[in-house]
């Protein structure tokens, strides 16, 4: 792999890479210690990695694996998710209404802090990533099985929790 293709093909992963570094490490100098350090090992081994289907999995299974190296030995939670901009509808929503889906928003961020960090890393993953089942397996070492079976109980749980809430109010 040549220095240019390495710039246009690897180069521009690195938001990505720091995005799932900092879920897991929850720290932003850590984070960026291990996007560099990705950086470095995949151009070391550049001449290996034309034999390979997805660089972009390989570069995240990288990453994946260093944060999870670096992390301490406690249990750690993925950052909260940040407030996404919500689409604005036809028919915009009354003050009330925003403020019943602002709410659901937020619990829902809270219900999703609290998921199991292997339910977290596949919606991460899957749902604010966008990435494939196929390439979440990569990135995971997972079978696609495994990730739709975890994909499906994570947002069944998240949905089961907040039936919960909403019928009794809490």
Not at 79 to 106: A, G, I, W
């Amino acid at each position: 792999m040549e220095e240019l293709r390495f710039r246009n093909d690897i180069l521009p992963l690195k938001n990505k890479l720091y995005r799932l570094a900092l879920r897991i490490t929850l720290n932003t100098a850590e984070a960026e210690d291990i996007v560099q350090e990705t950086m470095i090992k995949v151009w070391k081994q550049r001449e290996q990695l034309d034999a390979l289907d997805s660089i972009e999995a390989y570069c995240l299974t990288i990453c994946r694996n260093m944060a999870l190296d670096r992390k301490d030995k406690k249990v750690s939670q993925i950052m909260e998710l940040t407030q996404e901009v919500q689409e604005s509808s036809l028919d915009p929503l009354t003050p009330h209404e925003n403020l019943v889906q602002d709410e659901r928003l937020k619990i829902v961020h809270e219900l999703f802090n609290q998921l199991p960090l292997n339910y977290k890393e596949v919606m991460q993953l899957r749902d604010i990533e966008g990435k494939s089942y196929k390439e979440i397996a990569k990135i995971l070492a997972l079978s696609e099985e495994q990730v739709k079976v975890n994909l499906f109980r994570a947002r069944q749980r998240i949905r089961e929790q907040l039936k919960e809430i909403e019928n009794y109010g809490l």
